[in-house]
């Protein structure tokens, strides 16, 4: 959910990590801004809902991991 989102970046973000979230209320030209971020190497990690589980393209990106993905959970790295 939303509200799990920026929970889970609440969190990174007290563990030192240079966090971001991603959902269906942050604007486009705001989610744009937030992908350029981490492309740059602004965030280490980019948490989102539903978003960020297919078509998106950054090579500079080696992990992917979605909880709670049809109660499974999944984890991908291409490295």
């Given amino acids: ?3 799990m989102s920026e929970d ?3 969190y990174l973000k007290e563990a ?6 991603l959902h269906s209320e942050i604007k486009a030209l705001d989610r744009l801004e937030v ?6 190497g602004i ?3 980019l948490v989102g809902i539903n978003l960020l589980r297919e078509g998106l393209d950054i090579p500079e990106v080696s992990l992917i991991c979605i909880l709670d993905a049809d109660k499974e959970g999944f984890l ?3 490295r």
Avoid: C, E, M, N
Wanted: glycine letters at 4%.
């Fill in 43 to 45: 965030y280490d990690v």
């Fill in 76 to 78: 991908r790295s291409d």
């Fill in 1 to 3: 959910t939303i509200k």
């Fill in 8 to 10: 889970l970046t609440s």
């Fill in 35 to 40: 992908i350029r971020k981490l492309r740059k």
């Fill in 16 to 21: 030192g990590l240079k966090v971001a979230y």
